[in-house]
């Protein structure tokens, strides 16, 4: 298995070396606090021109709005380690996040060479595309990132530009409702929280306006698109098998907008998509969860035999704890705490499960989620990891920390190292989009079985792999924004190595002469083949996760923000 040890040493070798030099330099860069509202606003707001959707007709109004619960914020439980002065801030530290924020910046300057104003550099060959509308997906996507790492300058820059996005102009005849929201409102939200500059709030309010006419149909549930033509004509309808995480991922967007704005109506919005959550949980082929395709039109979850926490239904999961969070534990029926509850013991026994692996590939327990079928026949589980689903270790880090649930944060644990640990056991040092492994069974442990492994795995991969199935990585954040919650719930300062290394895994494979790109296969032995793709969550999400993991702990504190799925930081009241 030369694949699975792959040498150590090198990487150690310049480590060292990097280290020596950088104790000769004087390389501190300020830890940027958190501003308050700047006494005199830097930036000048500039209304979009076309259709304007706060003055559009209703065809399906509702009255009275469900309001926005208020009240005194309650005390909840810490989410962080409390670290004191304990956080490793040394040279070595210092000198990791100093390359996390170069590869920022080198990203950055191509960008804005190539393709500034649109949605996506194309880093191998230098051009650009727009796949969210051409609104300039990636440069208000990286606005907060701009801010944490104190390249103030630029995000005036990039702030301005995004302040002038005309969102009455595009070339398309609709927007994807999901995408847009926790990309363009996330990122402009989160923005205005960092810096308080009143252009982004309002900005985010002129998108915030036209994203909630997509709620406006029969039963308030909205569409996979927001058709600009069909909102105007009043003939929107919900899909009827759509990705459940798309319509139900838009709460922490729209009740941090209800909460700056005062309007009840963005809150209302989400709160339907809760109640219709809430009614049919018990109602899937796997009572507790939710299928990844729901058909919202007739808010019926009975057509769809997938269950996963991964592709089509993650952010559904990972929104119930951190609404709970955004709410500040205000909502009096504990909905979301309830919901979250219920769909995690059904996920712990029925979609995660143990690899089997050699006791000597880890000594820390681990677990990856993976996906049930039913089918007429019964039910069939395939365990099969996805990067997409390596999301789901901070998710349960974070609800066992905030309902007190021990298990939670082992299980959370598990889940995140999982994620580590594959991340290492490629010669890349880079995890497959989507790969199977030889399972233990859900949640027990087994023994290496010899024979099991030479029946069923692929011995050109690491050991407990059956196959990569799809063996790219697209610059995807999940795996390293787990151990970064991992990091700040245990304080455990082992982890900032684990990121390191997996830092260097993707520096070293997708690095092209511009920025960095999404790869072909992660398995390949020297060196990959490129795929000339850098989405805006390299910018808005990896590199921000790698730089707060070298960051003190008090920089964007989980006790005092929460991030929605593209990692854009929501102060939380
Ligand atoms: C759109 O309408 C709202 C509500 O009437 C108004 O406050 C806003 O200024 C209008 N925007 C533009 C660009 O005219």
Redesign the pocket.
Known sequence: MAVFRRSRIAPLLALVATLFLLYELDFSVPHPPVRPAPARPALHFT??TGF?W??AELFFPVKPLTPLPKGPRKQLPKIQHNFGKHARNDAVTEARRLMVRDAFVRSWESYKTFAWLQDELKPVSAGSKNPFGGWAATLVDALDTLWMMDLKDEFYKAAQAAVDIDFSKTEESGVNLFETTIRHLGGLLSAYDLSGEPALLAKAVELGEMLYMAFDTPNRMPGFWLTFENAKQGIQKAGTYDPSAAPTSMSLEFTRLAQLTGEDKYYDAIDRVRAFLETSQEESLVPGMWPSQINFADQSVRNGNTFTIGALADSLYEYLPKMFVMLGGREGSKSYEKMYRRAMDVVSERILFRPMIKRSQSEAPLLFAGTLWIHEAGPSFVPEGQHLSCFAGGMFLLGGKLFGIAEHVATGEALARACGWAYAAFPTGVMPELFNLVHCGPRDDCAWDEARWAEKGDPRLPWGFINARDPRYLLRPEAIESIFILYRVTGDEKLRDVAWDMFQGIMKSTKTEYAYSAIKDVTAQGETIKEDSMESFWLAETLKYFYLIFSPPDVISLDDYVLNTEAHPFKRT
Do not use: A, I
């Open positions: 209304p979009s304007n706060s003055t």
